[in-house]
């Protein structure tokens, strides 16, 4: 092995487009038995692997496909490990040139010999492991997925539009929207002329009202006689799709009764239980290219959270003919897989534009006087859609809309919703500090963040870790309230206490992480409570699931808890879909006690009060999409353990995740061509 090359925390892989998850916890290998050296690499596969950036199994994949394609070059064998690593990492590709400046003590190849001698290298191409595309590095199945969502999704946008009955719009429009909802109602109307829609905001932005608005106004389309709209409503994780499906029926619950009555008996699911579960893998679904969903409306909520794989076999499972309506919060961290799909929708296809988030609908920026209003985002408290020109070039019968070969007039650029993409802004759920906060989060503002937090309100307040009193207190209590009905068999209400306090770490172990806070949460509760539970199942055991049990229902991060059942025997109570389902314990096998969680899984649920153990500044894992997921999963208050500096270099980090999906949207949309080798 080569020489092991100064050695310090690495940072992550910078792409070329900014946006999603953070890296995987990263160490350099001091330990010779850390499973992560590759003892038997050589060259520059063993200098990296020691210096920490590469680990065993990227050098192990690099090493073999290199023997099997006759490469024996080094360089082209560490770019090969370095796609490896990215996709580990969430990335979906890597941008050679710009990794040497991430650890520029390590002897990397010169720029352009490298790029040559990988795009020459028999490694790469149609068929074989690697491909180059865009000025960038993929693994072959990555670049194929990136191309087939593109292609997908520009296949929609250059289909005939739907069918619309415009009286039937603005009336339905009308009812269903009042003066305040202006970009809610620009939602629906986008969605009514579109096949595919891209509906983005913050919590409480009404994103789940709007939806449940717009599948009414979609269902009034549908002429007298004729069968109603199939619906289908989904979501990466069952919790996120519980949530959908109850906020969905309570938006219409308040609509007037004709609406009300079209929206009857929408249930969710989860988009793997939608797109049918395959037996023998978990990256391949019944439903695919051959055998398409038969739905007509396609919703998928907490989209964030969605890989670019999942992105894929969703879009090759529609109908070309189906709406697709994708929801979340683009600023949350991305999928623990590779890919960023959402942000980069929103980026790629606003690029250019004046997407509507960058103006908040609390005031709405005054139109630039060469944009027609039509391409102005309409503020909450914009006129009615009725007085203002529709936000889309409104297609005439029969008029196919611009290809995207032939770049878009104008007009149709400066507007983000005329490629299908509306913001939310308004916080109509809960104002006050937490939405504060959080909107500076998202700005990357940390003096305003800290502003609130010294405000002394007491909604986000920043704690010392080593003085967790409070902490304690409310772990305490919320363990003592779910016990409490667990032992009297009342599973609904100990689902819902385990609601009322989480606690999120970024990292997973470590000082820092689930397991360390988890280990002491139980002995607080153990003290507290004057037993420690010895066996594995306990009543009042918070449970989670950490594995998809297609079977059972129950998916990775479902979170549970252990009742007393009325004959005396223990239960494990889930939520679904707004019921409780129990199993006996020895019907589930990848669980685990939950005290902690990391805020990656904490994506699609919410909580009456969080805590965030803050992580150093210095981690890899410290970014601004991180903590304002977990400053956005609280309802009430939210308890930061750190200091402000821990605060203040997360909300300066906005993770790197890379990703060609966006440059290929503006390109696709102006009508480039991109060049694949
Ligand atoms: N146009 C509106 N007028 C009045 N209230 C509204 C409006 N839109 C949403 N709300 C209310 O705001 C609250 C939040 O709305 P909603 O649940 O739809 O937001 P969301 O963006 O889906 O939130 P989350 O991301 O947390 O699920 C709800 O109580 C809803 O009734």
Redesign the pocket.
């Known amino acids: 092995m080569t020489a092991a090359q100064p050695r310090g925390p690495l940072p992550p892989v910078p792409g070329p487009d900014r946006a999603g998850a953070p890296p995987d916890e990263r160490t350099v290998f001091d330990d010779q038995h850390d499973a992560r050296l590759a003892h038997d690499a050589t060259g520059l596969l063993g200098t990296f692997n020691a210096a920490g950036v590469l680990q065993a199994a990227d050098v192990h994949v690099a090493t073999r496909l290199g023997e099997l394609a006759g490469e024996p070059d080094d360089t082209v064998r560490l770019a090969l490990a370095l796609a490896v690593r990215g996709v580990r990492e969430g990335s979906v590709c890597v941008d050679l040139s710009r990794l040497p400046a991430t650890a520029p003590d390590l002897p990397w190849p010169p720029a352009e010999q490298w790029d040559a001698t990988v795009t020459a290298s028999p490694l790469v191409g149609p068929g074989r492991p690697l491909r180059r595309d865009l000025g960038l590095l993929y693994l072959d199945r990555y670049w194929r997925q990136e191309e087939q969502v593109h292609a997908d999704l520009l296949a929609r946008e250059d289909a005939d539009p739907p069918e619309l009955d415009r009286d039937r719009l603005q009336r339905s429009l009308d009812r269903l ?2 003066d ?2 202006g970009r ?1 109602r620009e939602a629906a109307a986008v969605a009514a002329h579109r096949w595919t829609t891209v509906l983005g ?10 939806v449940a608005r717009l599948l009414a106004v979609l269902q009034d389309q549908v002429p007298a006689g004729r069968p109603a709209l199939r619906i289908a409503l989904a979501a990466p994780t069952g919790k996120a799709a519980a ?1 959908l499906q109850e ?1 969905v029926q ?2 219409a619950a ?1 609509m007037p009764a004709e609406d009300r009555a079209r929206l009857g008996g929408l249930t969710a699911s989860t988009l793997h239980r939608l797109l049918g579960f395959r037996p023998g893998t978990s990256t391949r679904f019944r439903h695919d290219r051959d055998n398409r969903l038969p739905h007509d409306v396609v919703v998928v909520d907490e989209t964030s959270m969605l890989s670019l794989t999942m992105m894929a076999r969703l879009l090759e499972a529609l109908r070309p003919d189906a709406r697709l309506v994708l929801v979340g ?1 683009p600023d949350q961290l991305a999928s623990v897989e590779a890919g960023a799909v959402l942000a980069d929708l929103v980026a790629g296809l606003t690029a250019g534009s004046a997407p509507a988030g960058e103006a908040s609908d609390d005031a709405a920026p005054a139109p630039p006087s060469d944009v027609p209003l039509s391409d102005v985002p309409l503020s ?1 408290a914009a006129p009615p859609l009725s007085d203002v020109p529709l936000p889309l070039p409104l297609p005439l019968p029969g008029a196919r809309p611009p290809h995207p070969a032939a770049p878009p007039p104008p007009a149709a650029r400066s507007s983000a919703a005329a490629h299908g993409v509306v913001l ?1 802004d308004h916080t ?2 809960f104002g006050g500090d937490i939405a504060d906060v959080a909107r500076a989060i998202r700005l990357g503002d940390a003096d305003a963040a800290l502003e609130v937090l010294r405000s002394g309100s007491g909604v986000v307040e920043l704690v010392d870790p080593t003085d967790d009193a409070d902490l304690r207190a409310d772990v305490v209590t919320s363990a003592a309230a779910i016990r409490e009905a667990a032992w009297a068999g009342d599973a609904p209400a100990a689902l819902r206490r385990l609601d009322e306090h989480r606690l999120l770490c970024a990292h997973r172990s470590g000082p820092f992480g689930v397991a360390t806070w988890s280990r002491l949460v139980e002995r607080w509760i153990a003290e507290a409570h004057g037993v420690r539970h010895a066996g594995t199942w306990y009543v009042g055991r918070p449970l989670l699931v950490t594995a998809n049990d297609y079977a059972l229902g129950l998916y990775n991060g479902d979170t549970g808890v252990v009742v007393a059942a009325a004959d005396g025997s223990l239960r494990a109570a889930f939520s679904r879909a707004g019921d409780v389902v129990t199993f006996a314990p020895g019907r589930l096998s990848d669980v685990q006690t939950v005290h902690a969680m990391t805020v990656h899984r904490s994506q699609g649920s ?1 909580f009456r009060v969080v805590s965030v153990v803050l992580p150093p500044a210095d981690s890899a894992l410290s970014t601004r999409e991180m903590i304002y997921t977990a400053v956005s999963r609280a309802q009430e208050r939210v308890r930061l353990l750190g200091d402000e500096e821990r605060f203040a270099a997360a909300i300066g980090r906005p993770a790197a995740r890379a990703s060609g999906l966006r440059r290929r949207l503006i390109r696709g949309l102006s009508g480039e061509e991109t060049g694949a080798g």
Do not use: I, V, Y
């Open positions: 929207f009042d305040r909802s809610q905001g913050g919590p409480g932005t009404g994103k789940t009202t709007t949530r906020a309570d938006a308040a919060d909450d939310l109509w759920r919410q």
